[in-house]
């Protein structure tokens, strides 16, 4: 069973930062495509970030959001700078077991998902 727990979501008023985290304790990041995506109500869920071979980033987070992960920690991170009241959303960690870097930021492409975190923007 691969458990993805979210942690770090909030509150902050448009401008600030969060830094979310998934822990991964059955596997180990590197191995495998990370990604985080959110939904907020009444919209479609949509790929934030992932990480494999690269960093991948949707246009409207790029310069403003940094995936990244630690395998010693058995976690990802993802840092949220600079953040907008459109930013507010549940977000959710996945894991894919994936053999191309193609597509990373749809859903469909992961295989295991965690509960999510609640970030709010006001």
């Known amino acids: 069973l691969v458990q993805l727990v979210e942690s770090g979501g909030g509150s902050v008023q448009a401008g600030g930062n969060l830094t979310l985290s998934c822990a991964t304790p059955a596997l180990t990041p590197s191995g495998y495509c990370m990604g985080w995506f959110r939904q907020a109500p009444g919209k479609e869920r949509e790929g934030v970030a992932a990480?494999?071979?690269?960093?991948y980033y949707a246009g409207s987070v790029k310069g403003r959001f940094i995936i990244s992960e630690d395998d010693s920690e058995k976690t990802v991170f993802l840092q949220m700078n600079n953040l907008r009241p459109e930013d507010t959303a549940m977000y959710y960690c996945?894991?894919?077991?994936?053999?191309?870097?193609?597509?990373?930021?749809?859903?469909?492409?992961?295989?295991?998902w965690g509960q999510g975190t609640q970030v709010t923007v006001s």
């Open positions: 990480i494999f071979d690269r960093t």
């Open positions: 996945a894991v894919g077991i994936v053999t191309w870097p193609i597509g990373l930021l749809r859903d469909s492409k992961y295989d295991y």
